[in-house]
């Protein structure tokens, strides 16, 4: 299962009396990356639990495959709840806003299907001290962000462990949600849009 989302579905595991084991995530989906799950198949492997984030699907046909191979049963957690075709929709055009306008952050990898529950960008620069700093300002200019997920499930008291997830941990110092509401305005995505640019520059990425 992935680390990079909150307890609920590890918890989910140890109530059935199995222990879980985190794999890392693909960079640009966030989801359960089935490659390094390949890699950390044991004898003692039962399932492999997909978790589709923010409005990208875990690429749950190479998960069966990989179950196929190896005796194991696939299952998958929705993760946020569903919405109405018509929120999609307008979620949708709000992102392709804010895809074409914003710099200075790397916006969302285009994902068929993808339904931007949440609107993830990364901001580039020395991890979470710079992606803190960001959101700060932005908040203080009227633009509603929060960090998606603070700390990964295998850093939590309960479930922490000793396991190399890189990109879990990049995502987690890195990303941060963007409003992208169906009900928002054009001048809200604009706010958005000016607020975030404005900071763009003042961030370097790290070398």
Do not use: W
């Not at 997909?50 to 990208?56: E, I, L, Q």
């Not at 749950?60 to 049963?73: C, I, K, M, Q, T």
């Not at 479930?159 to 409003?179: Q, S, V």
């Amino acid at each position: 299962m992935p680390a990079f989302g909150n307890t609920e579905v590890a918890e989910g595991v140890v109530q059935v009396g199995a222990e879980p084991v985190f794999a890392d995530i693909h960079p640009e989906t966030y989801c359960i990356d089935p490659s390094h799950v390949a890699a950390g198949v044991s004898a003692r492997t039962a399932a492999v639990v997909a978790v589709h984030r923010f409005g990208y699907r875990a690429d749950v046909a190479r998960l069966r495959e990989l179950g196929r191979r190896h005796g194991l049963l696939v299952l998958e957690e929705p993760g946020e709840s569903e919405k109405s075709y018509d929120e999609v929709a307008q979620r949708r055009v709000h992102a392709a806003y804010l895809t074409a306008r914003l710099s200075g952050v790397r916006t969302p990898a285009v994902q068929e299907g993808h339904t931007y529950q949440q609107y993830v960008v990364r901001v580039p620069g020395n991890g979470r001290p710079d992606r803190d700093a960001f959101a700060q300002v932005l908040r203080r200019k009227g633009v509603e962000c929060r960090v998606p997920v603070k700390t990964p499930v295998h850093r939590m008291p309960g479930f922490r462990c000793e396991i190399g997830l890189p990109e879990t941990e990049r995502a987690a110092d890195e990303t941060l949600a963007l409003p992208v509401d169906a009900a928002m305005t054009r001048r809200q995505l604009q706010r958005v849009v000016h607020a975030c640019n404005a900071l763009g520059g003042l961030l370097q990425p790290a070398f």
